[in-house]
């Protein structure tokens, strides 16, 4: 058997543990959930929080081959919780697989996201805090920060993944709904706790609104009013000693969510890029389910 076969099906391996892990958690606390409305986006954040007891579980993927790199898949399990009405926690645990090459863990993350103010206003900040322990085989796209190219993605994983890198990450995220339309602007700034790099620092926006404000009278699936469309731009904004777009990675594309009855959330994005830094197109797709008052599941009836 080729070097090239085996290597495709560790990854294929790789690939469908990610999607036991997701539908084993599924089935195991699957309730019938009433969906809770979530913006499009794959990379911005909106002022949205988990609602108090609820747990959402996401399998994010994204699949691209810049120019002069290998094909590559790279999961993303997430688990958010939402601990209190201002303050959500979430879990994250990564993966890739890169064609003719191999398939490796790439690390976790733990962020907690804070709203200050607790009634709505024109502009609505949150506060995100993140832990970042991941090597730097690391193909997720979650964000872009600093000088980074997609060069750096045609190096072979077995000489990168001995690299870990923990760094704390912080987001000031801007939100405002008008009129059913969401806007949303993340501004990001990360270091590297283990290492003697600059800050380095990111962006990312986002707009989109329901195909239909209104909802109607029967309960179904494929309805305007459960799809969600917009636009999200995002990428890399230099370094404390290099702050600005050279030689960063630059991404704009549409994005489509629909939100089901069920709690079940599916979403798309094709992502282009916007200068030679970047892959030519991200291709995102994802999908959530929302368990209401998780640790029920757990407590004894009485």
Same mark, same amino acid.
């Given at each position: 058997m080729s070097d090239g076969v085996v290597c495709r099906l560790r990854a294929g391996c790789r690939w469908s543990a990610f999607g036991f892990i997701f539908a084993v958690l599924v089935l195991?606390?699957? $309730? $019938? /959930?009433?969906?809770?409305?979530?913006?499009? &986006?794959?990379?911005? &954040?909106?002022?949205? #929080?988990?609602?108090?007891?609820?747990?959402?579980?996401?399998?994010? *993927?994204?699949? /691209?081959?810049?120019?002069?790199?290998? #094909?590559? &898949?790279?999961?993303?399990?997430? #688990?958010?919780?939402?601990?209190?009405?201002?303050?959500? @926690?979430?879990? %994250?645990?990564?993966?890739?697989?890169?064609?003719?090459? @191999?398939?490796?863990? +790439?690390?976790?993350r733990f962020e907690n996201r804070f709203r200050p103010l607790p009634r709505e206003y024109w502009i609505n900040p949150v506060l995100y805090v993140e %832990?970042?322990?991941? *090597?730097? +085989?690391?193909? @997720? &796209?979650?964000?872009?920060?600093? *000088?980074? @190219?997609?060069? +750096?993605?045609?190096?072979? *994983?077995?000489?990168? $993944?001995?690299?870990?890198?923990r760094s704390i990450e912080g987001k000031l995220i801007l939100s405002s709904n008008v009129k059913g339309w969401n806007i949303s602007e993340n501004m990001i700034a990360e270091k590297a706790v283990n290492e003697a790099e600059a800050w380095e620092f990111g962006y990312a926006a986002g707009v989109s609104r329901p195909l239909r404000l209104k909802a109607g009278a029967r309960q179904c699936t494929f309805c305007l009013q459960n799809l969600s469309g917009g636009v999200e731009i995002f990428g890399g904004l230099g370094t404390r000693y290099n702050f600005g777009f050279d030689q960063t990675e630059q991404y704009l594309g549409p994005t489509l969510a629909l939100n089901t009855p069920k709690g079940i959330t599916y979403k798309f994005s094709p992502e282009f890029g916007l200068n030679d830094n970047s892959a030519g197109v991200l291709w995102r797709f994802g999908v959530s389910y929302e368990i209401p008052q998780f640790l029920d599941v757990f407590r004894r009836k009485k």
């Open positions: 195991a606390c699957g $309730r $019938r /959930a009433e969906a809770q409305l979530e913006q499009p &986006y794959f990379v911005t &954040y909106s002022s949205t #929080l988990e609602e108090p007891g609820n747990l959402e579980i996401e399998n994010q *993927n994204i699949v /691209a081959q810049p120019k002069g790199t290998n #094909l590559f &898949y790279a999961p993303t399990v997430e #688990l958010e919780y939402g601990v209190k009405a201002w303050w959500t @926690s979430e879990f %994250y645990l990564q993966g890739q697989a890169t064609n003719h090459d @191999s398939a490796v863990m +790439t690390g976790f %832990y970042e322990n991941v *090597n730097k +085989t690391d193909k @997720s &796209y979650l964000e872009v920060t600093g *000088n980074t @190219s997609t060069q +750096t993605l045609a190096v072979p *994983n077995a000489a990168l $993944r001995k690299e870990l890198e």
